[in-house]
């Protein structure tokens, strides 16, 4: 028998233990009242009628695929939960840990917790011992603090340290912020430290989508390391879409590092939709890095569609360095819709490093959408690494588009292009026939390019089928020297 099913015939057994144990006589008060109901005026279920429930349950946790298992598990679980609470918690008990233990867990402490707070923060607190569980005092904080948030804060006191105070803590002073904003900050302000963190992160994100620049004041006195980071962000981020301007002045407020990188981002994007002068001042405002540089491509966005003449001579007019080679590289993509002006510009930058980061970038940009005119004009560029960084990048496209005709156009090059050029698209064309682009690898005219494509065709085939390519190396009519050579594995 598989060990599945061994399992599952287990857990069946559990449960039908589980209705034996509920066969013998108990008193009323063992099986919970419905909500609203006073105690002993419904009929109590005995045990006898749960069978259905029971039988549910077992046959659910013997499906093999884990998505039904957990809805059926789910479905029957909660018929017997509202059949009878103490016949569920029951069950619960012999339900082994894992992800359909956790499903029938959040439906009892669910349940549990609308009728009998106490009781269910005390079962989370015998029986939570995941990450994935301790989510539970999401729900049950977020319920607490909508019926009277004072009352929730006084049951904080049943609630373990950790993970499981943290997510109650930030469930209840979210939901207390939108009720009472000064009640709520006042009261995790006074908070120990423990505490005070994610509560006042908490209640500070949810004021964010109402007064960002009250959270930013309050963010600065109030929080440190992370907290302060994420809060930050969302505040920056939400007085963006209302006040960019504003928005501008605070991102250098904020740590280096990726979320200053977003905010900047967002920014700039906002201020060139309305004013490209603002938004260039904002960027003159940001230390040299990544956040300058992507803050301006977003700008250059913009701007090149509105007015493409004037983004390149801004372009041009930067000093020599890193950022204008960058600005080059960005703005070149979105000018290569008139490739001819797009590589005349290029052409013009005062220095040969933002001219071969144009250049680059206009190749793999037209590729995309002309790959043979891209290859054509890159393979009459001058020799260098421009010419053949663009010429590779503008074959991969190519060869996408229509194999044949890249790899017929490969066989017309030069010797030295022709190396280069074979090398780059032999793997991708031996990725979909092997040995199709090995026999068309031996034709070249160019005997370094022969070489060349057939190691990187080889390697390739090797990679995928390593016992097909041995047998053809075998049988192959190629020079023994070169044959070692593919054998070794410094070839590949």
């Given amino acids: 028998m598989k060990r599945r099913g061994i399992f599952a015939l287990l857990i069946a057994a559990a449960l039908v233990a589980a209705a034996a144990l509920l066969l013998r006589p108990s008193p009323p008060s063992a099986v919970l009242s419905p909500p609203g109901s006073a105690a002993g005026s419904m009929a109590v279920v005995r045990p006898a009628d749960l069978s259905a429930e029971h039988a549910a349950l077992a046959a659910a946790i013997q499906l093999a695929d884990p998505r039904a298992r957990s809805r059926a598990l789910g479905q029957a ?57 301790a989510a539970i005092y999401n729900v049950f904080f977020d319920t607490f603090a909508r019926e009277n948030p004072v009352t929730a804060v006084s049951r904080l006191a049943l609630v373990p340290a950790g993970l499981a105070r943290e997510n109650a803590l930030r469930a209840l002073t979210s939901v207390w912020l939108r009720a009472d904003a000064p009640a709520a900050l006042a009261w995790a302000q006074q908070l120990p430290p423990v505490d005070r963190t994610p509560a006042l992160e908490s209640a500070l994100l949810e004021l964010a989508h109402i007064d960002p620049l009250q959270v930013i004041e309050l963010a600065q006195t109030s929080l440190s390391g992370p907290a302060l980071e994420r809060t930050l962000f969302l505040a920056v981020q939400k007085l963006t879409l209302t006040d960019p301007a504003a928005a501008a002045a605070l991102v250098p407020l904020l740590p280096a590092g990726d979320m200053q990188t977003r905010a900047a981002l967002e920014v700039a994007r906002a201020l060139a939709t309305k004013n ?113 960084t663009a010429l590779t990048g503008a074959l991969s496209y190519w060869v996408l588009a229509d194999a044949v005709a890249a790899r017929d156009f490969v066989a017309l090059l030069p010797a030295a292009a022709q190396t280069v050029a074979a090398a780059s698209i032999a793997p991708q064309l031996a990725q979909r026939d092997p040995v199709a682009t090995l026999a068309w690898a031996q034709t070249l005219a160019a005997p370094a390019a022969r070489e060349a494509a057939v190691a990187a065709a080889y390697a390739r085939w090797f990679d995928n089928a390593a016992a097909a390519a041995r047998i053809w190396l075998d049988a192959a009519h190629l020079p023994i020297e070169f044959k070692n050579r593919l054998r070794s594995p410094a070839a590949r």
């Fill in 77 to 133: 679980f909660q018929a017997l939960l509202e059949r009878d609470f103490e016949a569920a918690l029951l069950a619960l008990r012999v339900l082994p840990r894992g992800a359909d233990y956790d499903t029938a867990f959040f439906l009892l402490l669910d349940a549990l917790h609308r009728r009998d707070p106490d009781r269910a923060l005390a079962l989370a607190r015998e029986r939570v011992t995941t990450r994935e569980q």
């Fill in 276 to 388: 490209t002068a603002a938004a260039l001042d904002f960027i003159a405002q940001l230390p040299p890095g990544s956040a300058s540089t992507l803050a301006l491509n977003n700008i250059l966005t913009s701007w090149a569609a509105a007015a493409p003449a004037a983004a390149a001579q801004y372009v041009a007019a930067l000093l020599p360095g890193p950022a204008q080679d960058a600005a080059a590289a960005h703005l070149a993509t979105l000018l290569v819709l008139e490739p001819a002006n797009a590589l005349a510009w290029a052409q013009s930058l005062s220095t040969a490093a933002a001219r071969e980061a144009a250049l680059v970038s206009i190749a793999s940009a037209w590729a995309q959408t002309d790959p043979a005119s891209a290859t054509r004009w890159a393979s009459t560029q001058p020799a260098g690494a421009t010419a053949t």
